[in-house]
Structures are given as structure tokens and as C-alpha cells.
């Protein structure tokens, strides 16, 4: 699975990027407050079917997905000007997504939209289809009043959503009417008689009966629903905010707590794989070349380097109604970008089962032989720049070690914040500040090269004094309580000596 968004991080509130100071809690709050503002553009699902032996047959696909309108609420969401360029680069086409964005609600928004249907208070929030109404109801109500019992008319160039709406309010407004979908778009309109009304109102096929209306505005969320119970391994790639999406998008809305939502995030899909994770254990085991995205790696385990040609290699074939990626690279769409996953899941499985097994591997391993070998990574997403390293959805997160805590203390200059000793470093390494005092900073990076190379470059800075940092030499709350101790130690002593005088 791979989606693309209108955003990843929001930069509202302050400090709200992530940083290595975050434990995952605090980065599942501040994640929250960006899943909540951005919205899913795209969904792609790339279903690997193992035929026979070691061969895989893929199925991919593309979703173009944007909020139904079908409600009492209007749903909005923010663009990050960044992520649009970044998409539009690579050919993300906004009229499908905005035009013919399949729709979809959670539970909430589904129970809130079930009421008003059944209490006749459902209400057209666009302003497009508030138009588009206006029309329909001039042009069938001039129709209407010369037309004879059962003649009929068309109505055009309706959206899904529209085509709901129009039949809705017709229906309601006019009590000579009856409506049908046509689809591809169209609506017919027919003059009939009360008696005539009231039969075809009773009958089980009206498609604008409530049900069929809830099953419309679903749209994705049935899909959804059928992965859950499918209980198939979900694959990702750096997949922690596309479970945080399903869920605020297709389930519930995010819980404050971070237990709780590993909690339903686990009981939705109990097994979870996460390829940055696989491939970063790989990495750094067998000394790979380094690479920065997916469509690299994926190149990398194809390499003839890898020595992965043998008989027992997963073959890999896309169905032949999902063949043009096979013949074009689409880095970023999201169906492309779910068929690299799932191909680099198996590429990476069966390099850690040919290096961890000395008599070779069996003519055909099993997908259930590859999940063995996997085990250790099951259930654990990658964390970016944090206090772990994966966030474990079936257990405790195990925190990772850092490079050693600096101080910054700062001498003769005017006073500085957070922002302008991030610049002072930047151009030398990265490092996370947190203000400390004052004029105390502590910098944290995530390599100890970093600490090295700033400790001997800053050594004899006129302005900046830099050491490691030792809790009970720099904390704030230990400095304050040795002033106070030394207080009351000093005032104790004056008490003794002139408490004892004559």
C-alpha cells in the first residue's frame, strides 16, 4: 500500500516538525495535528498473489480519492505548497482527484450522515452542487408544467454525488416526479401520477433509497473495510503516516492517546511490514550502496550485484492489465509505488533467507519461509529522527541510542534563540536544539561523527563554549537544587556556630 497527501507536516503550530528530541508520543501528536489538516489524494493497492512456486502475479492499483460532499459537514484540508510542486513534478493529475476523486467517510461521519437522512435534514453543502441544483430544478420545472403523465427528460453532466442530490431535491420539491440514474452521468426525470409516485417509492429497487445513498458517499471505505477483514500482511514504506490516514480517514478519528491508537491500528491489520525497516536492517548487515527512496532500492536488490539470480529468486510478473509498469518507471504514483513495495518486500526476504541459511535455500520457499525470516520485523514501522527507532504496534517501542547530548554555552553575545544556533551549525551538520537556560542550548544529533567533528571545530570558539552534556553539572532542576541546598546548608552552619556562641 502507498498514498500520496496534500501535505506531510504542518508547520502549525511552532516546532511542530519532527525532531530526535521527540518520544513517539510526542511525535504521534504532533503527526496527528498534520493528518487532521491534510487529506489523501491518492491510494494505491498492489495485491502480490503467489500462483505456484516462487512465482508472483501483481495486481495494481490506482484510487484518486477526495471527501464526499454527501454530509451535513463540509470537509476541509490544507495544501502544503511544497507537496503540491513536488507532485505536480512528477505528473499528478489534480483535475481527476478534484473532478472524479472517489469519496469516502469513518464512522463518525457515516453516523452523523445516517441521522440526517433519517430525520430529512440532509443538507447540500457545495456550492458547486448548489448550482447544478438550481439548474436541474429550473430546467424540469419548466419542463414539468407542459409535459403529459409518463414523458421523461434527461438530465446531464452530473458527478456521483450530484446525481444523488439532484434526485433528492427533485423528488422532495415535486410531487409528480420520479427519478433514475442512468449512469454515465445522466439523470431521467418522468412525469407520473400520485398512485404511480407512491408504488415506485415502495419499491426495494429505488436507488435513492438510504442505503444505497450510505454506499455512495462510503465509496473507499468499503474497499477498506475489506482489507480488514481480509487480515492479509499490509506492506508499506515509511508507513507511518499512511496507517495514521486510514485511520483518521476510513475508521475513527485519531485518539489522543498513542496507545490507543497502536492498539487499533494493531487489531485492524495484525501484521504490519514496514520496508524502510527491513531495508535499513539490510543495509546495515550486508554494507549495501546507500540510497535515499524507494524506486533506488528496489533498482539496487534488482542488480545483478546481489547475486540473486538463482532458481529459488521470486519472479515477480505484473497481470497484463497492469503491464505499463512494467514498461515505464511512475515514481510517486501511488499504484507504482505500492508494486515497488511489495517487490522489494520479497526481493529483501530472500536475500536474509539465502544469507542466513548455509546449505542454500529450498527449490521453492514459501511465502510463510520469508515471513520467518522477516519476524524480527513484524509489526515494527520505521520512526524518522526520534527517541526509537520503529514504533512496535505489537508490543513496547524499544528506545535506540543516540550520540552523546551537547551543550552550547554562550559568551559575549546578545541573546540567542533556538532558530539562530540551528543556523550557526547547519552548514557544518545537523543538529535538533532545545533551549536549556538563558544561554544554554543543548544540540542532539543523530550521528556521533557529527559530535566529534563539532567538538574539535568549536574548541576554541570565542563566543561558544561546547561540551558533553552531564545531568548533574548542567540540569537546570539539579543546579537549583544545589543552590538551595548549599542555602540552607550555609544557613544551618551560621545557625550552629551562633547558636553555640556565649
Known sequence: LDMEFTGLHSTFPQNNEPSLF????????????????FTVTQLG???????NSNKYVVHSY????????????????????????????YGFD????????????????????????????????????RDVLKKAIDEVTCWIATAEEEETMILHDLSDCQMFAVQLV???????VWTQPLGDKKVMVQKVSPQHRWLLENSCYDSCQKEFILLSARGFTDLFQTLIKAK????????????????????????????????????????????????KFVWKKYQFPRVCNLLEVYE????????????ACPVIDLASDCSRYAEKKS?????????????????????????????????????????????????????????????????EDTLCQHSPLLVVQVRGWPELNERQIYQEFKALCRFDVRQLSKNQFILLADKFKHVKLVLRDYKHHPHLRISVYRHWRHSPRVNCLLQVSGIVALWSLLAFVLGGAP
Open 94 to 129: 489534480y483535475n481527476k482527484f478534484l473532478k472524479d476523486g472517489i469519496p469516502y467517510m469513518n464512522e463518525v461521519q457515516e453516523k452523523t450522515l445516517r441521522q440526517h437522512l433519517l430525520l430529512g435534514s440532509w443538507k447540500v453543502r457545495s456550492a458547486l452542487d
Open 232 to 279: 492479509k500482511p499490509l506492506v508499506g514504506h515509511n508507513m507511518l503516516m499512511d496507517l495514521m490516514h486510514l485511520h483518521e480517514k476510513f475508521y475513527k478519528p485519531l485518539p489522543e492517546s498513542y496507545e490507543e491508537f497502536k492498539r487499533n491500528i494493531h487489531n485492524l491489520f495484525p501484521v504490519l511490514i514496514d520496508t524502510k525497516t527491513v531495508t
Open 22 to 37: 521527540d518520544s513517539p508520543a510526542n511525535r504521534y501528536l504532533k503527526a496527528r495535528w498534520s493528518v487532521q489538516h
Open 331 to 395: 515514481p510517486h504514483e501511488a499504484g507504482y509505488d505500492a508494486f515497488l513495495c511489495g517487490s522489494v518486500l520479497l526481493k529483501s526476504a530472500h536475500l536474509l533467507l539465502c544469507r542466513s541459511t548455509d546449505d542454500g535455500v529450498e527449490a521453492d520457499p514459501s511465502f510463510s519461509r520469508y515471513l520467518t525470516v522477516l519476524a524480527e520485523h513484524l509489526n515494527k514501522v520505521n520512526f524518522i529522527r526520534g527517541r526509537v527507532s520503529s514504533i512496535n504496534f505489537s508490543g
Open 300 to 311: 539496487v536488490l534488482c542488480s545483478s550485484n546481489l547475486n540473486l539470480k538463482d532458481a
Open 62 to 89: 490506482n484510487f484518486f480519492l477526495c471527501p464526499s460532499t454527501l454530509g451535513v459537514k463540509d470537509v476541509e484540508f490544507s495544501l502544503s505548497a511544497s507537496s503540491i510542486q513536488f507532485l505536480s513534478h
Open 45 to 51: 493497492l498492489a495485491i502480490f498473489s503467489n500462483e
Open 170 to 176: 427533485l423528488r422532495q420539491a415535486l410531487q409528480n
